[in-house]
């Protein structure tokens, strides 16, 4: 069975200017935006941490915005990971799910730290950049 | 004066309005839809500016809203890189400057004060907003979250800069709200978590707006208060504010006495489009229709992809808004009202919404505008279309934009111009690219039917079905002083010269065209525009298509506000992607591949479309060299690039020619 680890090995190219220690935060929960907030009781997340060589997947603690070092946080709805996982093309589906509302991001670095840190790759494969209304 | 012909006709839109104490001459609003990036970084107001509101000021339009400054010493709700400032008196004498422009022009002059809030704090390390929510895009600041005396402060510079801006001149004064700045922040319950008295509750979320709008009423009662506010923020899926709440705060802003709220649709961050080339015209008019029925007493402006001068008088007539606020379509014709007015609308070049202009925006450059090659450069006598002190013959070879938009340039400055055409009509590849767009092809073909109408117009000379070659050039010679190639581009297929089976490939070209066609099982080779549109094009008709990049991502030529548009075609189509990947060979029924492991792949094909590389159609500049006195190229003839690029070119040359 496909494991988030496959899918970030698979796509490892996306991940190659990550500098170590960067990470992405993942915290499931329905409706994704009840998330959103400084502080509240920890619930199970998924970090994407980048190590000395790769990209490796960590269980963690999601306790709120206050505490998060992540440099961005990705909140599904439940099940919206697994449903990515499923798919044939999990980090297509994920865009998919991001355009959709079922997945928010939040952004917690600026772009030029963002940019310093290697996420440019991976946020270009994820459309983000060119989101907005002004298009 | 007597009324111009075109205003019996639009006579919704010609009757005179009032805003306040103040008489407008017709009811059309010049927005201030996104700021020019024209000034300098620390908020000055450059020449470059100036001769651009002297343009603005010569609209026509009866109420004229400069762009948004800053109000902040410190900068927090600058936004922009080289936006405008107004934290100061040393600002006011360009701004009086633009009042003066404005006023001259018989117009109501208006001075939008402009604090990005969450979007803002460009040139610092922190944004400020009503708590530390966030952004959902990777282009902005870190956020803090506003103190009480932070927000009185921020009220009160908010009241010296619209002092400021009525000791300049104007008349009035608009604060935006929309988009997800400052006030759009307070007023949204995804943004605004505060738990004082500023947070929770709608009329809590709403009292910055209230307060806000009462200093400047009060400070400045006999002066016209303009707020812009979302109709829809378009951030449902964040826990944004339900389109019922927005309406619930607009009536708070009414019944504080706005003189006229802006509806607007959308947030920066909003995942849906809002006036795209994809958005039908008119699509968001029942907003403004609601803001009408909701307010009844409160003027109310709107314009969001509304960019049709008829369709605007008719909303009018019905009394679905009180003003059509309109900005992007006269970027991109400045002429617009006028040629309304004049009964000339055929004459108009239409925004056809690219959003060059926000697309160089967001990258902190100047904007500029596709179908206004003058735009941003009014300052400069180098742009201006004066005439020629030489008359000349010329010969422009090619139909495209590049050679349509030189040739009508060249025609108003005097000079005799024929344009040769390989095909039967204007357009070019444009023709093509606009019959297989999923966008809107009208947008595309107005710019064909632009140049059709003004080169009869400007007695343009056209012969169509005529090939440019040595032979014909010889069969002219001397009959010319001047010949332009703007042939255009093609696909190399010298590219695929050493490729097995190269005899089977089909130039995307000629597929666009409707010389070719194409079937079931479809590879398209190369994830440019050109192969994209195709790619797309034919799935929707049905095909299987796959497209193939030799590069990390397809729509790499694609302007940045629409490559998220071709990439969501291509995922919504099902159209199976395959980059870092060159073609290897093609076998009868098939494509085979190979990734930049060496992989192969075989994909079943009974088309194999060649997109890309594209090369100039540049042999004609060798051959024709000893044949005429003056040889110029413009547009994808110099170097395969896009329509931008074409109209550009061909303007720059016609005015100098």
Redo the contacts between chains.
């Keep these: 069975m496909t494991t988030w680890q496959d899918v970030l090995a698979q796509h490892a190219h996306l991940f190659a200017e990550v500098q170590p220690g960067a990470s992405i935060a993942l915290a499931p929960g329905s409706?994704?935006?009840a998330q959103?907030?400084?502080v509240r009781d920890p619930v199970p997340m998924q970090l994407w941490l980048r190590g000395p060589d790769r990209m490796a997947v960590v269980d963690g603690e999601y306790r709120g915005?206050?505490s998060l070092v992540s440099d961005?946080?990705f909140l599904p709805e439940a099940g919206a990971l697994e449903t990515a996982l499923a798919h044939e093309a999990p980090l297509?589906e994920l865009?998919?799910e991001?355009?959709?509302?079922r997945m928010?991001?939040?952004?917690?670095?600026?772009?030029s730290e963002?940019r310093e840190r290697g996420?440019s790759e991976f946020?270009?494969?994820l459309?983000?950049?060119?989101?907005?209304?002004?298009? | 004066m007597s009324a111009r012909p075109g205003e019996a006709k639009l006579p919704h839109l010609f009757k005179p309005g009032r805003i306040g104490r103040y008489a407008a001459p017709n009811l059309v609003k010049y927005g201030a839809c996104c700021v020019s990036n024209y000034n300098t970084r620390d908020g000055f107001i450059t020449p470059r500016e100036l001769a651009r509101t002297r343009v603005i000021a010569g609209t026509g339009c009866g109420i004229i809203t400069n762009q948004g400054a800053y109000p902040d010493p410190k900068g927090e709700g600058k936004s922009y890189f080289r936006q405008v400032a107004l934290y100061d008196d040393k600002f006011l004498p360009q701004f009086e400057t633009i009042a003066r422009y404005i006023h001259d022009a018989g117009a109501v002059a208006i001075q939008q004060i402009l604090h990005a809030g969450r979007y803002g704090g460009i040139d610092l390390g922190y944004c400020v907003q009503p708590s530390v929510v966030p952004q959902t895009l990777p282009h902005f600041r870190p956020p803090r979250e506003m103190s009480k005396d932070d927000i009185r402060r921020c009220i009160g510079e908010h009241v010296d800069a619209a002092r400021r801006a009525i000791k300049a001149g104007f008349d009035g004064v608009e604060v935006t709200s929309f988009m997800g700045y400052l006030l759009a922040s307070f007023n949204s319950k995804f943004t605004n978590q505060r738990s004082d008295e500023y947070g929770g509750t709608i009329e809590n979320r709403g009292r910055f707006m209230r307060e806000l709008i009462d200093a400047i009423k009060q400070a400045l009662p006999e002066h016209p208060f303009i707020v812009r506010l979302n109709g829809a923020e378009l951030m449902d899926q964040w826990g944004g504010n339900t389109e019922d709440e927005c309406f619930e705060l607009m009536r708070q802003a009414a019944g504080c006495g706005v003189d006229m709220i802006s509806v607007t649709v959308g947030w920066q961050e909003a995942p849906e489009s809002s006036i795209g080339r994809d958005v039908p015209p008119g699509y968001w008019n029942r907003l403004a229709i609601r803001a009408k029925q909701e307010c009844p007493n409160t003027l109310i402006a709107y314009g969001n992809r509304l960019p049709d001068p008829v369709m605007a008088n008719d909303c009018l007539g019905r009394g679905e808004f009180d003003y059509w606020e309109v900005c992007r379509p006269m970027l991109a014709d400045p002429e617009l009202v006028h040629k309304a007015a004049e009964d000339r609308l055929d004459e108009v070049r239409r925004c056809i919404g690219s959003l060059n202009c926000l697309s160089r925006v967001f990258r902190d450059l100047p904007y500029s505008c596709t179908m206004n090659p003058a735009l941003g450069h009014e300052v400069e006598p180098e742009y201006a279309i004066t005439p020629a002190a030489v008359k000349k013959k010329v010969l422009v070879i090619g139909a495209g934009p590049a050679g349509m938009e030189f040739a009508t340039t060249a025609a108003k400055r005097g000079h005799d111009v024929t344009v040769i055409e390989r095909g039967s009509r204007i357009g070019g590849n444009l023709l093509g690219y606009a019959t297989h767009d999923l966008a809107r092809p009208d947008d595309l073909l107005s710019v064909v039917r632009h140049y059709e109408v003004m080169a009869k117009k400007l007695g343009v000379k056209l012969q169509f079905n005529t090939e440019a070659n040595p032979k014909f050039m010889r069969s002219v010679l001397h009959q010319y002083d001047v010949c332009v190639v703007a042939a255009g581009a093609r696909v190399d297929l010298g590219a695929y010269a050493h490729v097995e089976g190269r005899e089977r490939l089909v130039d995307a070209l000629d597929v666009a065209s409707g010389k070719a066609k194409a079937g079931a099982r479809v590879v398209v080779l190369g994830g440019n525009k050109v192969g994209l549109v195709i790619a797309e094009s034919l799935r929707k008709a049905g095909a299987e298509v796959a497209l193939v990049e030799s590069g990390k991502r397809i729509a790499e030529d694609v302007m940045p506000t629409f490559k998220w548009r071709h990439t969501s075609w291509v995922e919504e189509l099902g159209i199976r992607t395959l980059t870092l990947t060159r073609l290897v060979r093609i076998t009868p029924d098939a494509v085979v591949v190979a990734d930049a492991k060496g992989a192969e792949t075989t994909i079943p094909a009974d088309t194999v479309i060649a997109a890309g590389p594209r090369r100039s159609n540049q042999e004609l500049f060798a051959e024709f060299e000893w044949m005429v006195d003056e040889l110029h190229g413009c547009g994808d003839a110099l170097m395969p690039r896009g329509m931008d690029a074409a109209i550009h070119e061909g303007y720059r040359l016609g005015v100098r020619i």
């Excluded at chain 1, 991001?98 to 509302?101: A, C, H, P, T, V």
């Excluded at chain 1, 928010?104 to 772009?111: E, H, K, N, P």
């Design positions: 409706p994704p935006r959103v907030k400084q915005l206050k961005v946080l297509s865009k998919r991001l355009r959709d509302g928010l991001v939040m952004v917690m670095r600026s772009r963002l996420w946020f270009e494969a459309g983000l950049p060119f989101q907005g209304t002004c298009r």
